[in-house]
């Protein structure tokens, strides 16, 4: 694959910024060169976030410093997903002590939460109520997550992270082409809330154009409390107090009880293999890290290197894999407190090679001929990924959600931000799909105390024990596929991290029976895959959104996906090589 195009990230950065980033930053990102540097790297969705990351890695601080400093700063710079009323999860690599740990901060279902919750009185979900109202919205975990990520690994005092975040709250920041059009197309759904519209647009509910400064004070002040009391402040102290009067205010169900258990939880990761690289990646309650080694063990079974990128052959073999993955994560995924998951028989080698062998290469298996394994007995956007390394070769690979743009429209009045709408993950009644399409049963049902299931899957590829590169996607559904595309390409097509984000994707999720594709794939491909007996849909918008760190023979690169504007991969100043 070769595409001539390149990213060109473009950045002004106005007085809000941090002194050592006045000036304009002109950052160029092709395919043949990904950003690189020799003391660390920082890509993520927004340009002046990733800034605010390479700025304190500048400083001394360390990759976990640095991206919770991003997950702060993104709140700010990018409303639709950066957050602290959602949830996600995080892995680091702690260089240190040669381990890997995960940090599961997935919003948790509040008290009164039940199986039920979402149908009307003749038994349908409402979708209404599952995505935009009160109801819709779990327990934030970001704030709680942010914090043991902290406390477990990093070196900064604590509020050093949140003051670049403090700042562009408070001075402002400009608002860019991709915020300023999401806000129109978002007007009548964001405005439905007096504190919605208050806080991103202008009086009367007039959009921002480009250019203008976002101000959100309400946003400043919330986060100063946490800078001043920590995770207290958000789940104990004034703010918890707002999101419980929010709560009462529209019906929700977030109550001061459940905000004080919120626990963010460390997790063993999943480990796999691929072609002897090893794979670290999330663990339920996220979905992706289990499928993800998976799939990579059905298709190392093929030789994928020969059947060439973007082939009718390769296409074929993920679209089957991918099937074989989402009917499984149908029964057997889900928050492993509650549910028994049998993650080391879904990401066993033996189950892999079991799968492989049902692949019929010459025919697409129709996805109602295809159950859920038997494990032995005993819309819309936007999520946001980013990812973190630096010069001691730690690393963070971290990705979060608010589940829609701006979660579930609401925001807490008084508190300046926007509460997620992650209930929606759950089954909210059996056979029906969530808003990703995605099935599901009893492993995923609602309950009190319980996390939904994910797709989120940061990833972490070590080589020779070494890391080599962290990465991880947006996409709902599409994240596991996006993820395993990403490897595949650099592993089996030998591509560099932007040849192999730019790369033209493909999804299939079991149901509904079709293979997405994005353009740029060839008619004789479509054509042959068709024969094969695959429905082929356009995906009609591009899938995810990788960003992506790599360290090689000592030279650290960053690659920002080209399918969303005002990502960046961003060398640390101090050391921003010539290129
Ligand atoms: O956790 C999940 O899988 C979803 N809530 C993620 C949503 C998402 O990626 C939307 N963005 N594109």
Not at 99 to 118: C, K, N
Request: aromatic share 8%; hydrophobic share 45%; net charge negative.
């Amino acid at each position: 694959m070769k595409h001539r195009t390149a990213t060109i990230v473009i950045t002004a950065l106005l007085a809000a910024m941090p002194a050592s980033a006045q000036e304009p930053v002109i950052r160029y990102q092709d395919l043949r060169h990904p950003v690189f540097g020799p003391a660390g790297m920082v890509a993520a969705q927004n340009a002046i976030a990733a800034e605010v990351g390479a700025d304190i890695l500048a400083g001394g601080g360390n990759a976990v410093d640095a991206a919770v400093a991003v997950g702060f700063a993104l709140a700010v710079t990018l409303p639709r997903a950066g957050n602290i009323g959602g949830g996600g999860f995080m892995l680091v690599y702690d260089a240190d002590h040669d381990r890997s740990v995960a940090i599961d901060y997935r919003e948790m279902a509040p008290a009164g939460a039940t199986r039920d919750m979402f149908l009307d009185a003749d038994g349908n979900v409402d979708q209404n109520l599952s995505r935009f109202s009160h109801l819709s919205a779990g327990v934030p975990g970001t704030v709680a997550g942010l914090w043991l990520a902290h406390e477990r690994f990093g070196r900064l005092p604590w509020r050093r992270l949140l003051e670049p975040a403090i700042r562009l709250a408070h001075d402002g920041f400009p608002v860019n082409h991709d915020l300023a059009g999401l806000l129109t197309f978002r007007q009548e759904r964001l405005c439905r809330q007096a504190a919605a519209c208050a806080y991103l647009y202008k009086q009367g509910g007039e959009p921002y154009r480009a250019g203008e400064l976002l101000v959100q004070t309400d946003l400043a002040e919330t986060l100063e409390l946490i800078a001043e009391d920590g995770p207290d402040a958000f789940y104990r102290g004034r703010i918890a107090e707002q999101i419980v009067s929010e709560m009462q205010r529209g019906g929700g169900l977030i109550d001061a009880e459940s905000l004080a258990a919120y626990r963010a939880v460390l997790r063993e990761p999943v480990v796999g293999s691929y072609r002897g690289v090893d794979i670290v990646t999330m663990p339920p309650p996220s979905s992706g890290g289990v499928h993800l080694v998976q799939m990579l063990n059905v298709l190392e079974r093929f030789d994928v290197a020969a059947m060439g990128a973007g082939s009718a052959d390769a296409l074929h073999l993920l679209a089957e894999a991918a099937r074989l993955a989402f009917a499984d994560r149908s029964k057997h995924l889900g928050d492993p407190d509650y549910f028994d998951v049998p993650v080391d028989w879904l990401v066993g080698k033996e189950y892999g090679a079991m799968l492989a062998g049902r692949i019929d290469m010459g025919r697409a298996t129709p996805s109602a001929e295809v159950a859920p394994g038997v494990a032995p007995r005993a819309e819309s956007e936007d999520t946001t990924h980013y990812s973190v390394i630096d010069a001691d070769g730690n690393v963070v690979s971290n990705t979060y959600t608010l589940n829609f743009s701006f979660g579930s429209g609401i925001a807490v009045a008084g508190a300046g931000f926007f509460l997620n709408n992650e209930m929606d993950d759950f089954v909210a009644k059996p056979g029906v799909p969530n808003a990703f399409g995605l099935l599901g049963g009893e492993a995923n049902a609602i309950e009190t105390g319980k996390r939904p299931l994910s797709s989120m899957t940061p990833t972490i590829v070590f080589r020779g024990g070494e890391p080599w590169f962290a990465t991880g996607s947006p996409g709902g559904s599409r994240i596991i596929t996006t993820v395993l595309q990403m490897i595949v390409n650099v592993i089996d097509h030998d591509m560099n991290i932007a040849e192999a984000s730019a790369a033209p994707r493909m999804h299939h999720q079991w149901h509904p029976d079709r293979l997405q594709l994005e353009d740029g794939f060839s008619p004789d491909t479509i054509r042959i895959l068709e024969t094969r007996g695959h429905e082929i849909a356009s995906s009609q918008f591009s899938m995810g959104s990788l960003q992506t760190v790599s360290l090689r023979d000592g030279v650290f690169r960053g690659a920002s996906d080209p399918r969303r504007p005002n990502a960046a991969s961003i060398a640390p100043r101090a050391a921003v090589a010539d290129d």
